[in-house]
């Protein structure tokens, strides 16, 4: 940890006069605060780049002078990328020094730790609001606290074993790479030939997560005695968590806590009564009362549907699960106007299909981002780092780093995983769900925009991709849903910075696209 009011270190002038511009660079975690208050250097002034563009605008949503929440502060003279931006590493002491003195200048804070590819900064008198401070530093992405808060949990997620390292299958081994988003395959043989008795598997940033069934405490701490520490000839980390990442199951719905949620605006127009169409992000609701947002509308050959997050009408098909595909069940409503009915599950996934009536119309055109779906993007397109962005009635537009990937696999093909790569099943055969995995910045909520219950379903979508800074938002790429249950670990575990999506691997691999008409 450095702090500025202890560091006698001299900066040199030319470093000292940072020069904010484009970012390039990236490593892993390097657990080293840095107090920011003694070093003497020439303050700049801030100017950050934004990604602010002129769009139409939702009647209650919030907007900022400037969205600085999804613009990124970067600068000339240094990144935590590597030239080839493949990789994340440490920046020189110096560097650190400079960057310490420019953000207490501009944004107060007083203590910063390097813990890649997460920035974290502590904030005297608090954090600004979000929508004054970038999202992303450097390349890193910005974590931003009130001073003496704790470090967010899933900084480091699970716990290390405490054998001798192990190692592992060339062929396997050669996928695995820091911030390089390996294939199904890879993390599904990591899991049926070195750890058979897990359920599932991650991958985030520069780190595999095995995920074992949970036990009680001291069954837990036995097992992690016999579990290898890392891998002896792969540049990844490895640890295990008791029971699943997410902390909620299917069955296991919680009621939202009212003083998160009272004080927080979101637009509950009738798009549909108002304009004759609805949109990406407009409010949905169910016949219970619960609400999410719209995801985007599919088609497979002269059938069109609109995706929706199942879980929001899960009480009525634990209920009555005979009833899915009868109209008159699972009913959809957008604003006052009744527009159809939830028909059909996708799997094991939280994505439902639904159908509209006759007569409603609904646009893939984002209200609050200058772009619509255009294209179902695999998660094995999609980079570690990529950034995204969804839409939804309570947040306006919201960015999102992809970290990584997580998958739980179908209960008998671990035995089959064991052969020849070329002997394996095709996709989907062998995996119950796929995941993104995704970090937000801010493990606590204090202004706009907002991420809480009812952003699930909103359809994430590539706004850049990381290995070669190019723009993907004109593209359209949807990789997924936003997934309820990381929702409710946010609400009701504080201080988390992962979310997960369910990709849209299960629909393309059904036939689905998405609708052009």
Known sequence: MQSLASSTTEVHEHVSCLTPAKARRRKRPSLSPIKATSIKTTPITLKPRTQSETLPQKPSAPQPEEDLATASL?????????????????ISGSHMNALASYLCANYNVVVLQESLPFLILWCE???????KRPFLIAGCIAVWLGEGDPVPPDICVGNFGDLDPIAIDDNIGGSLKPY??????????????????????????????????????????RRLLELPSSFLNVAVGLSYTNGPLLATEFKQLKAPNPTTLKTIEEDDSDYVKN???????????????????????????????LTVAFHCWGKEFLE???????????????????????IERIGFTDI??????????????????????????????????????????????????????RILMKGKSKAVLKGKPDDLPGPGKYIDLRQGVYATNSPEIHGYPKVREGVCGSALVRSKRATDGSDRLEEGEVAGFMHWSDLQLKYYVSGNLMCFADSVDPLIEEGWEVAHR
């Open 74 to 90: 970067d600068f000339d003279e240094f990144s935590f990328w590597d030239a080839e931006r493949r990789t994340m590493h440490g």
């Open 125 to 131: 008198n608090g954090p600004p609001l979000s929508n």
């Open 180 to 221: 390089s988003m390996p294939d199904d395959k890879t993390l599904c043989r990591v899991l049926s030939e070195y750890f058979p008795e897990a359920d599932g598997i991650a991958y985030i940033s520069h780190t595999i997560v095995v995920e074992f069934p949970r036990s009680d405490e001291d069954s837990w701490y």
């Open 275 to 305: 304009q004759g169409c609805f949109f990406p992000g407009s409010m949905l609701q169910a016949k219970s009362g619960d609400q999410i947002s719209a995801g985007i509308a599919v088609q497979k050959g002269t059938d069109s549907r």
């Open 320 to 342: 009555m699960p005979e009833n899915l595909g009868d109209h008159n069940h699972f009913t959809i409503t957008q604003g006052e106007t009744l527009v159809g009915s939830v």
């Open 352 to 405: 439902g299909l639904a159908k509209l009536k006759d007569g409603v119309s609904f646009s893939n055109q984002f209200l609050d981002l200058p772009t619509s779906a255009k294209k179902l993007l695999p998660l094995d397109e999609v980079g570690v780092m990529d950034d995204f962005l969804f839409d939804s009635f309570v947040t306006g537009r919201q960015r999102v780093k992809c970290l990584g990937k």
